[in-house]
Nanobody, 122 residues
Framework: QVQLVESGGGLVQPGGSLRLSCAASGRILSINTMGWYRQAPGTERELVASGTSGGSRDYADSVKGRFTISRDNAKNTVYLQMNSLKPEDTAVYYC????????????????WGQGTLVTVSP
């Protein structure tokens, strides 16, 4: 059973930084894409950043230059370094993994973490 476990959320003042971590557990050979989404109250879930095992990275325009996604493929872990945080970054952040290979011929399409709350407030 593949599971994603997030950590690192919390309360931070505007201009501050936080680092989110997400570790995938279970029988895993590799993961194609790992990323972060967020959902603020009354809004739809949106992509924040994603990274493939091959090294490509994608960011939402609203976080470019402030957030950095990184992966440790050996540990099946993805990180999100968030700098210069703004109140509008307040949301529940969800880890996502797509294309999770559990053997050379078997894979799990997608998994989500349980979410971690990030609150940016004075």
């Amino acid at each position: 059973q593949v599971q994603l476990v997030e950590s690192g959320g919390g309360l931070v003042q505007p201009g501050g930084s936080l680092r989110l971590s997400c570790a995938a557990s279970g029988r895993i050979l590799s993961i194609n894409t790992m990323g972060w989404y967020r959902q603020a109250p009354g809004t739809e879930r949106e992509l924040v950043a994603s990274g493939t095992s091959g090294g490509s990275r994608d960011y939402a325009d609203s976080v470019k230059g402030r957030f950095t996604i990184s992966r440790d493929n050996a540990k099946n872990t993805v990180y999100l370094q968030m700098n210069s945080l703004k109140p509008e970054d307040t949301a529940v952040y969800y880890c996502n993994a797509k294309g999770i290979y559990t053997s050379p011929s078997n894979w799990v399409v997608e998994r989500w973490g349980q979410g971690t709350l990030v609150t940016v407030s004075p």
